[in-house]
Nanobody, 121 residues
């Protein structure tokens, strides 16, 4: 019922910046809680950032101070602004609609297919 399309991934030099986008569509009329996850080779998928339906944000300690999550309610799109990127940020980044965060349930979760971010030294 919800389709998510990530974009903006690619190759970026260490210390540089990149902005990922996730556009939602389907049987929806307004934005829901949405999050960004990433998965590096050989590692578990980890939560990077979340923005709730109320507009509150949470950023993982590993990227806090460097990454920012934001949204455009009219476009039903969430963004991940990645600044001062490091080689360890290299991963496939996934967008998620809904799901559970901090004991709160925001409805059924839907996942995008992911976009690859590669940070070179």
């Amino acid at each position: 019922q919800v389709q998510l399309v990530e974009s903006g991934g690619g190759l970026v030099q260490a210390g540089g910046s990149l902005r990922l986008s996730c556009a939602a569509s389907g049987s929806i009329s307004s934005i829901n809680t949405m999050g960004w996850y990433r998965q590096a080779p050989g590692k578990q998928r980890e939560l990077v950032a979340v923005i709730t339906s109320g507009g509150s944000t949470k950023i993982a300690d590993s990227v806090k101070g460097r990454f920012t999550i934001s949204r455009d309610n009219a476009k039903i799109t969430v963004y991940l602004q990645m600044n001062s990127v490091k080689p360890e940020d290299t991963a496939v980044y996934y967008c998620k609609w809904g799901g559970s965060y901090g004991g709160h349930y925001y409805g059924m979760d839907y996942w995008g297919k992911g976009t690859l971010v590669t940070v070179s030294s």
